[in-house]
């Protein structure tokens, strides 16, 4: 159902802009003509045809179309990508209205194609833009072992790429966190994390069940050696230092990545940490002065603002920390970048999206 009216919504989207499709004529058609459709005709129309199959038609379409052959090499490669392309904008759709699972499989079925895609200068642009925004989508939805997976396998073509590593790094520092904060006697005996997304389908665990706050660590230390300018890598970088009970090295990459951050989210973050690192350390003073600057970046956010209440408390500061309390109670709260940090970096999704569009031949 929620398949149909995402390809009713592209159908009207299609009408309004002069361009009419009907669901059976869309759905029935090969993914190599829905490729080209989106490479050459109308993007809303080849989207309406795929949001109408299951995985198996996805499957079997792209099977059909690795199995292809025949025609020139560049149209090859320009169908092929569109295709990726194609199933990758679907899979964006879908994590916006929470169907995780179509995301993930159109994923990984982009995943196939890719790898078997020409490698060409374009190609290879291309594949960097597709690993790193598919494995950021899967991080989004809390697929976590599926999006650890496939930026492996991209690791292993663009073994020296920061930002591929940044967001493997992501993918492990969650998964370990969240083990470090669950206490349940499952989690403690059997070293296994019960959130949604971490197993496969299968119940395998995969290479998730090792993953550390080390290994998170080591990842974003690659990719800082590799580019230092980035914020991101090294904002995880002091978070994950922090973490395991480092501060006093937290802080130089927390104060460095405040420096340098290009986005108030990243500043937001770096801040906050530096708080916290700072609490650490039996600086209560600093951390309020980090906290606060915090503050400035996301204004409602309410992480930063009860972090500066129980500072400001522990100072006492009786009425500012009831200052702090009120304005996080107010409305806005929830749009915390706090919460955007663990779901790797959803704000990249969308310019990633438009990057990719551009590179199909």
């Known amino acids: ?46 989207m309406a045809g795929v949001a109408l199959w299951d995985r198996d038609k996805v499957e079997a379409e792209t099977r059909r179309l690795l199995a292809g052959t025949g ?63 598919a494995g950021l989508v899967l991080h989004r939805v809390v697929e976590l072992e599926a999006g650890h997976a496939l930026l492996i396998q991209a690791l292993r073509r663009q073994r020296d790429d920061p930002e591929l590593l940044t967001a493997l790094g992501a993918i492990i520092e969650t998964v370990a966190a969240l083990r470090q904060y669950d206490r349940s006697p499952d989690s403690a005996d059997r070293g296994t994390l019960q959130h949604h997304g971490y197993s496969s389908e299968s119940g395998g665990g995969g290479a998730l069940p090792s993953a550390s706050l080390a290994e998170a660590e080591a990842r974003y230390q690659q990719a800082v050696a590799l580019d230092p300018a980035p914020a991101e890598a090294r904002l995880r970088l002091g978070r994950v230092r922090l973490l395991q009970g480092r501060p006093s090295e937290a802080l130089k990459d927390l104060e460095r990545a405040a420096t340098e951050a290009r986005q108030p989210e990243q500043h937001y973050m770096a801040r906050l940490f530096e708080g916290r690192a700072r609490e650490a350390l039996g600086d209560v003073s600093g951390a309020a002065v980090a906290y606060r600057d915090a503050t400035a970046h996301a204004p409602h956010a309410q992480t930063a603002l009860l972090a500066l209440a129980h500072a400001l408390d522990r100072l006492g500061d009786i009425a500012g920390a009831q200052g702090a309390l009120d304005r996080a109670s107010g409305a806005g709260g929830h749009q915390d970048p706090w919460w955007d940090y663990q779901m790797g970096q959803p704000s990249r999704l969308d310019p990633l999206m438009q990057e990719l569009r551009r590179l199909v031949p």
């Open 1 to 46: 159902m929620r398949a149909e009216c995402i390809a009713l919504g592209l159908a009207l989207a299609a009408v309004a802009a002069g361009t009419p499709v009907t669901a059976s004529s869309a759905s029935d058609r090969s993914l190599a003509e829905l490729a080209e459709a989106y490479r050459t005709v109308d993007r809303s129309k080849a």
């Open 71 to 133: 025609g020139d090499v560049l149209l090859r490669e320009a169908t092929g990508l569109a295709a990726v392309a194609l199933l990758t904008e679907s899979a964006l759709l879908d994590m916006n209205v929470g169907d995780a699972a179509r995301a993930r499989w159109e994923l990984q079925s982009a995943a196939r194609l890719m790898e078997a895609a020409p490698q060409t200068a374009r190609g290879s642009a291309f594949a960097r833009r597709f690993y790193l925004l």
